[in-house]
């Protein structure tokens, strides 16, 4: 494999800075969900943690860093996930974290935020316009600007995931990621490919938040003027040029899946798996619903990236909860 930004050594040596309890998580096969798919599902969960999400990977190992180096602020652009990571490591590490969000992000991320201690900045637009409003007070203040997918760090966290998938899954041969920004999919696609090279790599990401993936199939960046997806947390619109190298070198293909399958696989993860489950974490699943005959046969672990879902919406996607009566 030809080299990417990221390092084998570095990310193994990331699990020491990472506090365990956003490491080894739970890992298993979930046969519930195989007569509806056609395929070997394993789930890698990566929710059963303090920021519900895979996040805090990458950013403990940033406040870390910067802690070490005895920088005291940051400031990051979110969607919500990340931001809550990020308060969240620093907050352990005395760091004065600021993040930049559009005021139509998730409540209950924005909500959360504010609970972690940051600083919580709101821009009347998507996510680049709190992109760009994270870089200006970065400028402006002196301070670390943290990108998401751009920093090296937030991939190599995220690349941990990797190392525990090829570590302890058996015979698996597809692995099915979410593709946004694309730290999660470069830094699982690395450490995947490096290590057990034969494993499919598919990038999976909705059809009204494809920028990422024409990117990756033009070869160039491909930016787009809007999105219209309910997974928020991978709904950028500009892909940033060095991660796209790296996703060249890493990812077998990228697939773009409906609202509608991504709705269908937050609800078969809650009534096969039992599982609440943000849309972005159904997007694994909305891909084998639309190419069962792909996966025949097959032994796909997905990813179950981030759980960070504002309860009504979740209802209003999926249906009111069932009415058990005695």
């Known amino acids: 494999m030809q080299e990417t930004r990221l390092d084998t050594a570095r990310i193994r040596a990331a699990r020491r800075v990472i506090d365990p309890i956003f490491l080894d998580t739970p890992l298993y096969r979930c046969e519930a969900l195989e007569p509806d798919l056609g395929c070997t599902v394993s789930i890698k969960l990566e929710t059963a943690n303090p920021v519900r999400s895979f996040k805090a990977r990458g950013t403990e190992v ?174 950028g619109r500009f892909p940033i040029p060095a991660v796209l190298d790296d996703l060249l070198l890493v990812a077998d293909d990228a697939v773009l899946v409906q609202e509608a399958s991504i709705i269908a696989g937050m609800r078969m993860l809650l009534d096969r798996a039992g599982l609440v489950v943000e849309p972005s974490s159904a997007l694994g699943i909305a891909a084998i619903l639309e190419d069962r005959e792909r996966f025949a046969g097959r032994h796909a672990v997905t990813i179950v990236c981030g759980s960070n879902v504002d309860v009504d919406a979740y209802h209003r996607w999926v249906g009111a909860p069932p009415t058990h009566r005695s």
């Open 62 to 235: 940033v406040a870390s860093r910067l802690a070490d180096h005895g920088s005291r602020a940051v400031v990051c652009a979110s969607a919500g996930n990340l931001g809550q990571a990020l308060a969240w490591s620093g907050r352990g590490r005395g760091l004065d974290v600021t993040v930049v969000a559009s005021r139509f992000a998730t409540v209950t991320k924005l909500d959360r935020i504010r609970a972690l201690g940051a600083g919580l900045e709101l821009v009347d637009g998507d996510h680049e316009m709190a992109r760009e409003r994270a870089a200006a007070i970065a400028r402006y203040d002196g301070i670390r600007l943290l990108e998401d997918s751009l920093d090296i760090e937030t991939c190599e966290g995220a690349a941990t995931i990797g190392l525990e998938l090829v570590d302890t899954v058996p015979s698996f041969d597809t692995v099915l990621i979410a593709l946004g920004g694309g730290a999660l999919a470069t830094g699982v696609g690395h450490v995947v490919k490096s290590l057990a090279p034969d494993v499919e790599v598919i990038c999976v990401q909705p059809l009204g938040a494809p920028a990422m993936t024409h990117s990756w199939r033009r070869r160039r960046v491909v930016t787009t003027d809007s999105t219209d997806t309910i997974a928020d947390g991978v709904a």
